[in-house]
């Protein structure tokens, strides 16, 4: 079973950055390199929407949402077993409960990734809440 633990989350004033992390718990005969790690988040009121993911392996591969390219970047470090999400100039609109998973099997395309019921795994959420 994997388990997945959020941290970093808090109250920033807009503009400012926040560093989330995630550090899953992988099973025996799994490597943390195996898995698709992804960033997700979901305001009050709103659908659960797609933020970033770093593909199984090196790192190398990653997608952004639209709002959020040339602000957030998202990386992981398979040595240490960490997935970090870097978010700078925040915005009001950025506030959300933000979710990591985890995805094991299947396609890596864009289409596939940005979707959160492709996930198998899913951390507690850490709140991020930006003030104007």
């Known amino acids: 079973q994997v388990q997945l633990v959020e941290s970093g989350g808090g109250l920033v004033q807009a503009g400012d950055s926040l560093r989330l992390s995630c550090a899953p718990s992988v099973p025996s005969g799994r490597t943390f390199s195996d898995y698709t790690m992804a960033w997700f988040r979901q305001a009050p009121g709103k659908e659960r929407e797609f933020v970033a993911t770093?593909?199984?392996?090196?790192?190398?591969?990653?997608y952004y949402a639209d709002s959020v390219k040339e602000r957030f970047t998202i990386s992981r470090d398979n040595a240490k077993k960490t997935m970090v999400l870097h978010m700078n100039n925040l915005k009001p609109e950025d506030t959300a409960v933000y979710y990591c998973?985890?995805?094991?099997?299947?396609?890596?395309?864009?289409?596939?990734?940005?979707?959160?019921?492709?996930?198998?795994?899913w951390g507690q959420g850490t709140q991020v809440t930006v003030s104007s």
């Open positions: 770093v593909i199984r392996g090196s790192g190398s591969v990653t």
């Open positions: 998973a985890a995805r094991l099997y299947g396609s890596n395309a864009i289409s596939i990734v940005k979707v959160a019921g492709n996930y198998e795994h």
